[in-house]
């Protein structure tokens, strides 16, 4: 039997789907509708193996707080009643046969690329299942993004096409260019088109920083602030190393 894990953002999926209902407090009504969306998910990926993956309930932001106290600090806080759900749409998501992995100590994030990856490096078919767009450096022959609510696989074309650089340059673009929401800024007066431009002729930043010929417009933005860009870079990078705690058989999906 080949397999095929479908990991899910879960926060990811409830938040938009809960931000699009009329009334906040129907919580009910967020079970309900996540609970289609997943039927759909389910019917239109066929997985062998399924996980939702949830962020702490505390929002703990782990290492990269650490390393950076002004990551996600003006984030907006999970409205209450939603906050007060999850416990019922686990529940929920647990009858379509979906288990549920809390996050603990770190990012939901880091959770998902390690398991994707690790799995992905035995030739197993994954599929996150996502809008966030910071998945896009795990791409791989057996990784795979599904934005669902757009329709759209978030693959080496779109990354092309979003960001104009390569796959394995992410990291370093979201160091000159920052990544809003998060508080990391990047270099200020570096874009989009600026770390493009770099990163056409560099493959990471320290080869751009060490280049004498880099274009004096950009010397001069990024002159003091390299260390920075590194930071942000490091803090814009997935962990694929977490210990798990679980194998693969724990996650098999059957149909209830």
């Not at 879960?10 to 407090?25: F, G, K």
């Not at 416990?87 to 880091?110: F, H, N, V």
């Amino acid at each position: 039997m080949s397999i095929h894990l479908v990991i899910i953002d879960a926060l990811n999926l409830i938040r938009r789907v809960h931000s699009a209902q009329p009334d906040e407090t129907d919580i009910q009504r967020t079970i309900e509708t996540t609970s289609r969306t997943l039927k759909r998910i389910l019917s239109e990926t066929e997985p062998s193996h399924i996980i939702a993956v949830f962020d702490h309930h505390q929002q703990v932001r782990g290492w990269r707080e650490e390393r950076f106290p002004e990551y996600k600090q003006n984030r907006k806080p999970m409205p209450e009643p939603l906050a007060l759900g999850l416990d019922a749409i686990q529940q929920a998501w647990w009858q379509l046969g979906i288990d549920s992995l809390l996050s603990d100590g770190d990012e939901a994030d880091d959770l998902v690329a390690t398991l994707a990856v690790k799995l992905a490096k035995q030739q197993h078919q994954v599929t996150i299942i996502s809008t966030d767009k910071g998945y896009c450096q795990l791409l791989s022959p057996s990784l795979r993004i599904r934005d669902y609510f757009q329709h759209r696989w978030l693959d080496q074309a779109f990354v092309e096409k979003e960001f104009a650089v390569k796959v394995e340059q992410l990291s370093d673009y979201w160091g000159l260019t920052g990544i809003n929401g998060t508080g990391l800024s990047g270099i200020t007066g570096i874009g989009p088109k600026a770390a493009r431009e770099i990163l056409a002729n560099h493959d990471t930043l320290e080869q751009a920083f060490a280049d004498e010929e880099l274009p004096d417009k950009y010397k001069k933005k990024i002159a003091g602030n390299e260390q920075h860009a590194l930071l942000c870079r490091e803090l814009a990078s997935l962990k694929t190393d977490l210990e798990l705690g679980f194998n693969l058989q724990d996650l098999r999906w059957t149909k209830p």
